[in-house]
């Protein structure tokens, strides 16, 4: 069966969860590794009050045995230390009448889920019943989730990166980043930017944001490099893996909008410039540019993955626009409790975590196993059948 991966959870309940299937059997889990996607995701200067409070670190609730996975599924969850505070307004069978009064929300914030949560679901009454779930807090789930995927794709040598490419309208890199470009990103750095040079300017951008009470958006750059040839197909329009790397990218909070490769920029370009030559490497063929960001006809073809993501300044503003109180009826500005700045830096690590959720997804698809030691060896037999005419890079063995 193909992988999947469900989260569910609260912002302010006990613990967002991560349920994995289809993971083969035999799979070394490295939790450590985990827990530091879970930190980067937490990282970046403009993050809000809610970041000093969690210190976000998976638990297995089910599918490992002694740091191995068992091919049932895996069950990762990550509290929320802030619960604490909220229990008995998030009390799942009587919330306290008194502080649940206290805690309603009835003034959508425009640019959230709100307004078209409460519609959908009946929710006008108080749209904590919304936010709880739209929320970015459920992506702690989709990391730790695509930290195990990327450990599964680190078998064959597959590596993601990410970087933040334009940050509240200034731009740091021009055009689709490749592997190279996104080294230059500092981990520690306060943005992650590909210009670390440049952080101490966009750190005084975004406090200033903050000062006016302003919130900042900004482009993400996510490239995978070492990615089998074949993932993906172009035989039923599902398959397409282009399509399906944008929907996970899309499904990210707050991110309006999506480029493969040169993207955008290609549309403007006459054809002998946007695609790219094929040629004779040594082991292998090799391409002379990646306008096409690795995918061709939906299909993996051995060069970089590169994608960016365009993402908005978060809604929840301290100095709110104009809205209308749904139980009066009258105007009213939209609620306020607290908000980040820009959580464009932690939206890279979002980013990864997807790309690795459907990079994994696809490589489960092509190579199968209900053994890890099966997959491993139907990439060989594979990389053998491709022999000298395959990709450069995946006609050698992984790195
Ligand atoms: C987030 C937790 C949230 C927000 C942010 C992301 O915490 P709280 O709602 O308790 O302040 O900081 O959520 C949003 C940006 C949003 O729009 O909901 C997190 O852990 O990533």
Redesign the pocket.
């Known amino acids: 069966m193909a992988l999947t991966l469900a989260t569910a959870g609260e912002?302010?309940g006990p613990e967002i969860l991560a349920v994995l299937t289809g993971l083969p059997a035999g799979l070394a889990l490295d939790r450590a590794a985990i827990d530091r996607e879970l930190a980067r995701?937490?990282h970046g200067h403009g993050?809000?009050?809610?970041?000093k409070i969690?210190r976000d670190a998976v638990e297995v609730r089910a599918g490992l045995r002694d740091g191995v996975t068992l091919g049932s599924p895996l069950v990762l969850a990550v509290r929320n230390r802030?619960w604490a505070n909220w229990a008995a307004v998030m009390d799942p069978w009587q919330v306290d009448p008194a502080k649940a009064e206290r805690k309603r929300l009835t003034a959508p914030r425009p640019g959230?889920a709100d307004l078209a949560g409460a519609w959908k679901y009946g929710h006008a009454a108080d749209l904590r019943n919304v936010?709880e779930r739209?929320?970015?807090?459920e992506?702690?789930a989709r990391v730790a989730a695509g930290a195990v995927c990327r450990q599964l794709l680190a078998l064959v040598g597959v590596e993601i990166r990410s970087g933040v490419l334009a940050l509240g309208g200034v731009t740091l890199h021009e055009g689709a980043p490749t592997f190279a470009d996104l080294m230059r990103v500092q981990e520690d750095s306060p943005l992650r930017s590909l210009a670390p040079e440049r952080e101490g300017e966009l750190v005084a951008m975004v406090d200033a944001a903050k000062h006016a009470g302003e919130t900042l958006g900004g482009v993400i750059g996510v490239v995978a490099r070492g990615v089998p040839p074949g993932l993906g197909s172009y035989a039923t329009w599902e398959e397409r893996l282009d399509g399906q790397l944008a929907q996970a990218a899309m499904s990210v909070?707050?991110v309006k909008a999506v480029a493969v490769g040169a993207g955008v920029e290609a549309a403007g370009w006459p054809g002998s410039r946007a695609h790219d030559p094929t040629l004779p490497g040594t082991n292998g063929l090799r391409r002379g540019t990646n306008h096409a960001g690795g995918l061709e006809g939906g299909v993996t073809n051995g060069e970089e993955i590169v994608l960016r993501a365009f993402m908005k300044p978060?809604?929840?503003l301290r100095d709110p626009l104009p809205s209308v109180d749904l139980t009066s009826g009258e105007p009213t500005v939209a609620a306020y409790?607290?908000?980040?700045v820009t959580?464009v830096p932690?939206c890279g690590v979002i980013l990864e975590a997807m790309v690795a959720f459907v990079l994994a997804r696809a490589f489960l698809t092509k190579f199968g196993g209900d053994h890890i030691q099966d997959t491993l060896a139907a990439v060989a037999a594979y990389r053998q059948r491709l022999g000298p005419l395959g990709p450069e890079g995946f006609t050698r063995s992984p790195r």
């Open positions: 912002s302010h995701r937490q993050r809000g009050g809610r970041q969690e802030d959230h936010l739209a929320s970015a807090r992506t702690a909070q707050a978060i809604a929840t409790e607290r908000s980040d959580a932690a």
